[in-house]
C-alpha cells in the first residue's frame, strides 16, 4: 500500500473483489492520481469510530468516490450509521472533492507551502480559457513557473479556509 498510494491501493482492491465476486471490471481511461497535501486533520477520529476494519471500509469508500453524488452517498451513509461527522472526516470528504474537481484540468499534485499552494501540472497543462480565467481572476495573487514540471503559486488569503480556496482556485480553472 506504501508504494502505490492509499488511492491506488483502494482501486485495485476494489477491482479484485468484483472480479471474485464474478463480476464484470470496467476498465476505465488510465487518470492519473491527484496528490494532495493540504495542511487539514482529515482522517477518522477513534472517537469517531472505534473499529479498525470499519474505519478502512470508510476510507476506501470515501476514496473510490468518482463523483459528486458517491460523495454525497457516503456521507449519508456515515452520518445514518455514526451520527454527526467530525470536522476531522469533513476535510476527507472534501479532499475527495477536491480529487474530483481537479481530474482532467491538467492538475497532479497539490501542495500547501507556508504562504502559498502549489498546483502542479501535467505536461499539457492548464486550457487556455482556465488560464485566461485563472490571470483574469486571481491576477497579482498567482505565479507561473514554467519548470520542468510546470506548476502555479496561489497566494494564500490569511482568514479564509484552505479547503476553500483550493476549491475555489480549481474551479476557475
Not at 470515501?62 to 445514518?80: F, G, P, Q, R, W
Not at 504562504?115 to 486550457?127: E, R
Not at 490569511?158 to 483550493?166: A, P
Amino acid at each position: 500500500m506504501a508504494q502505490v498510494g492509499y488511492d491506488m491501493y483502494c482501486k485495485l482492491l476494489d477491482e479484485v473483489m468484483k472480479e471474485m465476486q464474478g463480476g464484470k471490471v470496467q476498465t476505465e481511461e488510465k487518470q492519473e492520481d491527484i496528490q494532495i497535501d493540504l495542511n487539514v486533520s482529515s482522517y477518522i477520529p477513534d472517537e469517531y469510530i472505534e473499529s479498525s476494519d470499519i474505519k478502512i471500509g470508510i476510507y476506501q469508500d470515501i476514496a473510490l468516490c468518482k463523483t459528486e453524488e458517491e460523495i454525497l452517498d457516503v456521507t449519508d451513509e456515515i452520518i445514518d450509521r455514526f451520527g454527526s461527522i467530525p470536522k476531522e472526516v469533513e476535510n476527507l470528504l472534501e479532499i475527495a472533492r477536491i480529487k474530483n474537481l481537479s481530474k482532467g484540468k491538467g492538475i497532479t499534485k497539490i501542495v500547501q507551502r507556508p504562504n502559498g499552494i502549489v498546483f502542479y501540472l501535467s505536461s499539457t497543462g492548464l486550457s487556455e480559457e482556465g488560464l485566461k480565467r485563472v490571470i483574469e481572476t486571481y491576477k497579482n495573487k498567482i505565479k507561473f513557473s514554467p519548470s520542468a514540471i510546470p506548476y502555479i503559486t496561489y497566494k494564500i488569503e490569511e482568514n479564509k479556509s484552505i479547503i476553500k480556496q483550493v476549491k475555489e482556485f480549481i474551479k476557475q480553472i
